[in-house]
């Protein structure tokens, strides 16, 4: 089992940006793939962006793409998804996930680790 921490959330103005860090720990060599899920409220988990842990390939869902990017700091089993040009549509709670699927996998994977979650909220 791999345990995930989110932190780097909170209130920003639309257009302003947010840098959202994951701290994985545990079963960490499990893991092919980490990435980020967001939940508005009254909503569904949606993917957001995924990392390959081995060779940093990436995935974007199509809302977030130019505006996102996911990365990831191997020596310090962390996730990161910087958010830039921030829309109020953009507000929800975001969860770290890791998952032993490939990265063309992950959006459908059956099985993750979860973390807490974080809430990122833009103003208008």
């Known amino acids: 089992q791999v345990q995930l921490v989110e932190s780097g959330g909170g209130l920003v103005q639309a257009g302003g940006s947010l840098r959202l860090s994951c701290a994985a720990s545990g079963r960490t060599f499990s893991s092919n793939t980490m990435g980020w899920f967001r939940q508005a409220p009254g909503k569904g988990r949606n993917f957001v962006a995924a990392?390959?842990?081995?060779?940093?390939?990436?995935v974007y869902a199509d809302s977030v793409k130019g505006r996102f990017t996911v990365s990831r700091d191997e020596a310090k089993n962390l996730v990161y998804l910087q958010m830039n040009s921030l829309k109020p549509e953009d507000t929800a709670v975001y969860y770290c996930?890791?998952?032993?699927?490939?990265?063309?996998?992950?959006?459908?994977?059956?099985?993750?680790?979860w973390g807490q979650g974080t809430q990122v909220t833009v103003s208008s």
């Open positions: 990392i390959q842990w081995s060779g940093g390939d990436t």
């Open positions: 996930a890791a998952s032993g699927v490939p990265l063309y996998l992950f959006r459908t994977a059956i099985r993750y680790s």
